[in-house]
């Protein structure tokens, strides 16, 4: 249905190029900010401090998803924007906007779910 993936720039390590992608069929369900999100924290665990998305001008789901983020938006050609996203390394560090109370609730939904080390083996299996 989607998939966000990073990969980190070799001449800024702690900068990561992102992209999103959702379905046409599944767009403007929450699915791409869900991804976002737990991307955002697997990112953060790596040492990357942000995010560097390039989103065509007409995107507006996209601008408004990494606005709610604190993005800052610079023009790379007509009709393309870079944005500059900030990776949170703590949850509470997130605005209060619609996308930044998502990414809380996937932070702490994640951390209520993660399996401490060594249950598996506890648990037998």
């Known amino acids: ?6 990969i980190r720039l070799p001449t800024e390590p702690h900068v990561a190029e992102v992209a999103v992608t959702v379905l046409d069929a ?5 699915l791409g900010t869900l991804l976002l ?28 998803i990494f606005r709610d983020l604190g993005a800052h938006v610079g023009c790379l050609e007509a009709g393309v924007y870079q944005l500059d996203i900030p990776v949170p390394q703590d949850a509470e560090d997130l605005p ?3 996308t930044g109370r998502v990414f809380k609730a996937v932070a702490a939904r994640q951390l209520a779910t993660a399996p401490r080390r060594g249950a598996a083996r506890a648990s037998g299996r």
């Open 96 to 98: 209060d906007t619609p």
């Open 1 to 6: 249905m989607g998939v966000a993936r990073c």
């Open 37 to 64: 999100g737990v991307l955002s924290q697997a990112a953060a665990a790596q040492g990357i401090r942000s995010f560097r998305a390039y989103v065509q001008e007409d995107n507006d789901a996209m601008l408004r």
């Open 26 to 30: 599944y767009q403007g369900r929450g």
